[in-house]
């Protein structure tokens, strides 16, 4: 294990299917600059993310107006979307670039230690996907949820896309009514049959969830784009529910989606609602302080 007198810098890392932004501190934890780059999702492929972590790593420094160090002076906790699956975790960690320490979560768990300042508590995350876990005071951990699009994500920003396609389709056949949620999907997506289903076949999760901001647009004019949110909402609650039965820990929204629909929440979730205090990558920095303490089996 590096020694702290070995690693000048620690870098948290937050990377998912929209974006990746990475925080850069001191070896004591004091926060020097922060830096943004495209999807690192493991799922979208490894040397992909490995690509794009660089590139938000590099931003971070130069954010901190610091020269670029050599990677061995430095240690990295990075909670990244797809980590659960095994076999991508272990490809990403095997391409470590040089950094002298490097430690891999979900970005789902470094959102949750981000949210509670490392504490026990549950979150659900609804941006581009949807997924609920806790943390519980004994150390156990749950997740709910988080079965990736197009299979699971309910609640989600690409969930709220397709279902706005599925209207836009239904509009064009005659089976639903061309409200101002359709006509928005049409001017993105094509308003005929050819055009509608060249943009579905050549669409992934990252440009349905594109099209939830319309979905929230149009909720006081549109019927169709109210009934949605409120099905995104009831899927929330239900992961909530799932993922904290007894009703025990505070719970904070997290992700685009989700702080946007917290409102909404059925009043037993209210009742023990709290903000999030800190975002996933601050989280990825407590896991790598931890780890770096106590070596994370």
Known sequence: MPTADSIAFLIGVDGGGSGTRALLADRNGNVLGRGQAGPSALGQGIESAWVQLRLAVQAAFADARVVLPEWRRCALGAG????????????????NIGFAHLVLESDCFTMLLGAHGGRPGAIVASGTGSVGEALRADGTRRMVGGWGFPHGDEGSGAWLGQRAVQLAQSAIDGRAPAGDLVRQ?????????????????????F?????????????????????LLDEAVAALNTLALALDPPGELPLAMCGSVGQRLSGRLSPELRSRYVEAAGDSASGALTLLRRSMETPIP
Not at 188 to 202: F, T, Y
Not at 207 to 227: E, I, M, N, T
């Open 185 to 205: 999907v049409w001017a993105v997506c094509g308003s005929d049959r050819a055009a509608l289903q060249a943009w579905c076949g050549q669409a992934g999760q």
């Open 207 to 227: 440009a349905f969830a594109q099209l939830a901001p319309k979905v929230f647009a149009c909720a006081d004019s549109d019927p169709s784009a109210a009934r």
């Open 80 to 95: 990244l979307s797809g980590a659960t699956i095994q076999s991508w975790r272990d490809e990403f960690l095997a391409r």
